[in-house]
């Protein structure tokens, strides 16, 4: 059976129009990529006694997108230690999704410096959304039939793992047990899914990296500014976690059941 057809029917609040977006992925990610260059410059004179007010982080996040959208900006609460803080998609009671949050450590209205970088990767992960509407309308069709959650969610942490070293012993390794994970969830669900979870696991590799980038950037922008950060100075982990690698593993997999759908296909036509 084929199953490569979807509904690109979302919400407007969780994408931007066509006219705004329209262009290749590059210009899209471009575009995400400077509006968060945006925002950090309108936040930066603001800046005092190593704090940010929200109001002022969420101020220049509504004046510098170029539509009005749904972005709840909450305290972010967890009990992981080595996580620092999330986005994430508004859903109503019907399954759709209305709108995005960014969650981020503060206190008495005010985010420490420390804690701007996680913003700023957190604030790429919410535009990267709002500049794909396909990888949106993915989300939101994921989550109406059931075929995200809890098992989704714990598939990426899988993904998401790191290497220690970047051996190819070690990359060999890691990449050999994504497809493990992968398989393992794709076993349990509904064979029509399996190239929309795909799809967007590898859409999460990419606006991981994005937004890994991005984080790097504004730490040399506050290194240079002798604005206190969360590290000493500025460096890129992103190689460990092997994003680049592991969106071009998904992608062979994509194409992989793909092919084998199609084979199906083709053989019931002829049967």
């Given amino acids: 059976m084929l199953f490569i057809s979807m509904d690109l029917s979302v919400s407007p609040n969780i994408k931007f129009s066509y006219d705004i977006v329209k262009g ?3 210009d ?6 400077r509006l968060n260059e945006q925002i950090y410059e309108k936040i930066e004179p603001h800046i005092k006694n190593n704090e940010l007010s929200v109001d002022v982080f969420e101020k220049s996040l509504k004046e510098t997108i170029p539509e009005q959208k749904r972005i709840d900006i909450i305290p972010f609460e967890s009990d992981e230690e080595d996580v620092e803080g999330c986005s994430d998609m508004i859903e109503a009671d019907d399954g759709t999704l209305i709108g995005q949050t960014i969650e981020i450590p503060m206190k008495d209205g005010k985010i420490s410096t420390e804690n701007l970088d996680t913003v700023f990767h957190e ?5 990267d959304n709002l500049c794909n509407p396909k990888c949106s309308a993915r989300v939101n069709k994921m989550t109406i039939d059931r075929s995200g959650g809890r098992a989704y969610n714990n598939l990426l942490d899988k993904v998401y793992h790191d290497v220690d070293d970047l051996s190819p012993k070690s990359k060999e390794k890691e990449l050999k047990n994504t497809r493990k994970a992968i398989n393992s969830f794709l076993k349990q669900r509904p064979e029509r899914t399996h190239v929309d979870c795909l799809q967007d696991l590898r859409h999460c590799m990419e606006t991981e990296r994005n937004a ?5 950037k504004f730490r040399e922008k506050m290194y240079e500014k002798n604005i206190k950060f969360s590290d000493d100075e500025p460096y890129d982990d992103a190689p460990f976690f092997m994003f680049d690698e592991k969106k071009e593993l998904i992608k062979d997999m994509t194409a992989e ?8 296909h083709k053989l019931s036509l002829e049967g």
């Avoid at 604030?123 to 535009?127: D, E, G, T």
Wanted: aromatic letters at 8%; proline letters at 0%; charged letters at 45%.
């Fill in 24 to 26: 290749s992925v590059e």
């Fill in 28 to 33: 899209r990610r471009r575009f995400a990529e």
């Fill in 123 to 127: 604030c790429r992960h919410v535009l």
């Fill in 212 to 216: 890994f980038s991005d984080e790097v």
């Fill in 257 to 264: 059941i793909i092919a084998k759908q199609r084979r199906e």
